[in-house]
């Protein structure tokens, strides 16, 4: 009797920490999307494009897209985009365009022997949508 008294109270103890986990993570504010960013060859200029995923079942509108595009770990410019509305469940695509005079520089200094040409782009989503 004393083992499946123990038993119980173990799968309690269980149950409550399996509980208290979605709560504490209720807190924080959950992701509804997921992207995907990809560019081409960047010279003078430089092209991201981005495929935004809503994986909710919620509908998002008023979806904004920021780029900050980095060259050799230095930021040479950033680019918006005013996505729209996103349903549920759906996939929408957005794009802009850096064009820069520090993203110029960095490509004539690759040109030059300088130094190497590595890309990388942050992007970064806002949304809003009802509960």
Not at 6 to 20: F, S, Y
Not at 33 to 62: A, D, M, Q, Y
Request: charged fraction near 20%; include cysteine; aromatic fraction near 10%.
């Amino acid at each position: 009797m004393f083992k499946s008294l123990a038993a119980t109270a173990l799968v309690a103890a269980a149950a409550t920490t399996l509980m208290a986990a979605p709560a504490e993570a209720a807190t924080s504010s959950a992701q509804l999307i997921r992207t995907k960013s990809s560019w081409g060859h960047c010279e003078n200029t430089c092209r991201v494009k981005v495929r935004i995923t809503n994986i909710s079942r919620k509908n998002l509108f008023n979806v904004k897209l920021t780029v900050t595009l980095k060259v050799n770990g230095r930021k040479v410019g950033s680019c918006y985009d005013n996505v729209g509305r996103v349903n549920a469940r759906k996939v929408r695509y957005a794009a802009c365009t850096v064009r820069t005079a520090k993203l110029s520089e960095a490509w004539n200094d690759h040109i030059d022997g300088y130094g190497d040409f590595r890309t990388y782009a942050r992007t970064s989503v806002a949304y809003k949508y009802y509960r």
